[in-house]
């Protein structure tokens, strides 16, 4: 099927860019450089950007019912931070002891934080975990497979599926998730086609498509809601890793992208590696769900 080519948005050379997520209220689009330990936003309407040094590394954020409030998945512990004073306040340590960090996240329709983590070690081993956030600020463990990589974390419109992957394994999966908290019926939502990539970062729209950032495929690919492909937008640089749809019509895919592991040629080939692109797309986003949580 015939792809959609995504134009380079900001060349802002992150390290590894991640978390891409719209923001309705302002109209602007914020993600993390991972290892730079640092957040980003950029305004498509003034076309400028700003950032903000990190504690440690940022790997996800989610927006909160507070404009100037963010929930912050740091690598060790989750946090809010306060964008117009920048005072980061801890809420909870994330699996200390062990070598992993906290990787991707997304609220649920009830207004709780959704995370996985992956292990820091190399190989990569399903030994991390997928947690949930509440409202009350405690912090559950859900009942789904260790992951080496968390990734894909997502939910549909009515919020009654949760998708997510282990990059590694190259399949995303599903399962019912219920508003009291309950998880049921996991299971294999849809496997990578392509002989080369990962699945990374998604996220959902209107009509319930799943789209999926592939990590070393230079591709987005987008998922109807029985898994079969339906459209893919190609992006020139090869590891995408994130995305959302925003502006103002919520019909732009925003790509996070990253240029970790790239060096000599393959940097040279990849020059706009760890900025963000955007694409124009015959589907429309829905707004992103907010952490209703509030600091003690």
Not at 14 to 35: F, H, K, M
Not at 237 to 263: F, M
Request: a negative charge; aromatic letters at 8%; one cysteine or more.
């Amino acid at each position: 099927m015939p792809a959609n080519e995504a134009a380079l948005a900001v060349d802002a050379q992150c390290v590894l860019g991640e978390g891409a997520t719209w923001c309705p209220r302002s109209g602007q689009l914020y993600w993390t450089d991972i290892e730079g330990a640092r957040l980003w936003r950029y305004s498509p309407v003034l076309g400028d950007s700003r950032s903000w040094a990190m504690p440690e590394r940022l790997a996800t954020f989610a927006l909160t019912a507070d404009p100037q409030r963010l929930l912050l998945g740091l690598a060790t512990h989750l946090a809010f931070f306060d964008l117009t004073t920048g005072v980061t306040q801890s809420i909870v340590d994330v699996e200390p002891g062990l070598n992993t960090r906290v990787n991707d996240g997304r609220c649920d329709r009830q207004g709780r934080f959704v995370f996985g983590t992956k292990d820091e070690g190399e190989p990569a081993r399903p030994v991390g975990g997928f947690y949930r956030l509440n409202r009350d600020l405690s912090l559950e463990r859900l009942p789904l497979p260790a992951p080496a990589i968390s990734n894909s974390i997502a939910f549909s419109p009515d919020g009654a599926t949760l998708y997510y992957c282990d990059s590694p394994t190259r399949e995303i999966r599903a399962c019912d998730y219920f508003a009291d908290g309950r998880i049921a019926g996991d299971r294999v939502f849809t496997r990578l086609a392509d002989a080369d990539g990962e699945p990374d970062g998604s996220t959902v729209d209107a009509d319930g498509g799943l789209w999926n950032a592939q990590w070393g495929g230079a591709r987005i690919v987008r998922y109807g809601a029985d898994g079969v492909e339906t459209e893919r937008v190609s992006v020139s640089s090869i590891q995408p890793s994130c995305v959302a749809l925003g502006g103002a019509g919520l019909d732009t895919l925003y790509i996070t992208t990253a240029r970790i592991g790239l060096a000599g040629r393959a940097l040279s080939q990849d020059p706009y590696a760890g900025g963000v692109f955007a694409a124009s797309v015959a589907r429309r986003g829905l707004p992103e769900p907010l952490f209703l949580g509030e600091p003690a």
